[in-house]
T-cell receptor, first 116, second 111 residues
Framework: EAGVVQSPRYKIIEKKQPVAFWCNPI?????LYWYRQNLGQGPELLIR????????DSQLPKDRFSAERLKGVDSTLKIQPAELGDSAVYLC??????????????FGSGTRLTVV | SQQGEEDPQALSIQEGENATMNCSYK?????LQWYRQNSGRGLVHLIL?????REKHSGRLRVTLDTSKKSSSLLITASRAADTASYFC???????????FGQGTELSVKP
């Protein structure tokens, strides 16, 4: 099993530029999560998908962030335009169901974004 | 912030010693989980303890949960250099299904 695959692993961009991250969850996992992890902090949820529907995007800064999960499989997270404060690791996770009580989360290795 | 609090923020021990990390949260939870993160990597699920459980073991890991104090601890016994990583608690509040992480404890085990 390949696990949750994220790309790119690293990205350095200038502020005001757009950037996109890609995530391919474990096959058959219908729930997908995007987390942001600032240096020295725990991850914070940005958005949760159940299949292709975003069921919790309350923490997503919608003025500059957008996400999509077409066909309910892989997902893309976009920032446009990027700001210096967006520098962080962006983690994708997936689970077989939406209840963390029953279904464990599997995390990808993350994309480390540096905005200069 | 809903984030949990962990202490210590950093812990340095010698191989063979035990390591204890603590986590506190704010309101009633459904369950509490511990994750490990090696530098530059994603998080790996270690163990889950439900709100009606008080203690759970998995190999060299021992987790306790005290719901009256709203706190949990993770004990790693007979630590190894390979245990060097950041450890995060994560929990789900009863009123929402979102997994919320603590700020992490950075463990360094010296050979």
């Amino acid at each position: 099993e390949a696990g949750v695959v994220q790309s790119p692993r690293y990205k350095i961009i200038e502020k005001k530029q757009p950037v996109a991250f890609w995530c391919n969850p474990i096959s058959g996992h219908n729930t997908l999560y995007w987390y942001r992890q600032n240096l020295g902090q725990g991850p914070e949820l940005l958005i949760r998908y159940e299949n292709e529907e975003a069921v919790d995007d309350s923490q997503l800064p919608k003025d500059r962030f957008s996400a999509e999960r077409l066909k309910g499989v892989d997902s893309t997270l976009k920032i446009q335009p990027a700001e210096l404060g967006d520098s962080a690791v962006y983690l994708c996770a997936s689970s077989a169901g939406s209840s963390p009580v029953v279904y464990g989360y599997t995390f990808g290795s993350g994309t480390r974004l540096t905005v200069v | 912030s809903q984030q949990g609090e962990e202490d210590p923020q950093a812990l340095s021990i010698q191989e063979g010693e035990n390591a204890t990390m603590n986590c506190s949260y704010k309101t009633s939870i459904n369950n509490l989980q511990w994750y490990r993160q090696n530098s530059g990597r994603g998080l790996v699920h270690l163990i889950l303890i439900r709100s009606n459980e008080r203690e759970k073991h998995s190999g060299r890991l021992r987790v306790t949960l005290d719901t009256s104090k709203k706190s949990s601890s993770l004990l790693i016994t007979a630590s190894r250099a390979a245990d060097t990583a950041s450890y995060f608690c994560a929990f789900i509040y009863n009123q929402g299904g979102k997994l919320i992480f603590g700020q992490g404890t950075e463990l360094s085990v010296k050979p």
